[in-house]
């Protein structure tokens, strides 16, 4: 099973970028899903991280009022919509999935909890 991000690229302090997080096997759709980055020399961090069936978030401090996670089961998919960057936004961004209950409202922002991983999508802001 894989996931697959996407949605990265280079953006002007201010602006907004969508990343999408595609699960190949339909069995994800409702397991929880996370999103964390990663700048160059830095630890991999939690960002945000949404529960199978999307009624509960939760967010890192440093994105929280900016950033939202949300999801589409019936595109196998899950976004991160980011708002009003900042060059300390820049990072390699991964998603991954948390295979619990998709009713759990419980959330983790451990990344040894994730048990599945998708590549990265770099994305770069510009001051």
């Known amino acids: 099973v894989q996931l697959q991000a996407s949605g990265g690229g280079l953006v002007q302090a201010g602006g907004s970028l969508r990343l999408s997080c595609a699960s190949s096997a339909r069995t994800f759709n409702t397991y929880a899903r996370g999103w964390f980055r990663q700048a160059p020399g830095k630890e991999r961090v939690f960002v945000a991280a949404?529960?199978?069936?999307?009624?509960?978030?939760t967010y890192a401090e440093s994105v929280k009022g900016r950033f939202t996670v949300s999801r589409d089961n019936a595109k196998n998919t899950a976004y991160l919509q980011m708002n009003s960057l900042k060059p300390d936004d820049t990072a390699v961004y991964y998603c991954a999935a948390d295979l619990v209950p998709p009713s759990r409202t419980l959330l983790t922002r451990n990344l040894r909890d994730y048990d599945h991983w998708g590549q990265g999508t770099q994305v770069t802001v510009s001051s």
């Open positions: 949404i529960n199978g069936n999307g009624r509960s978030t």
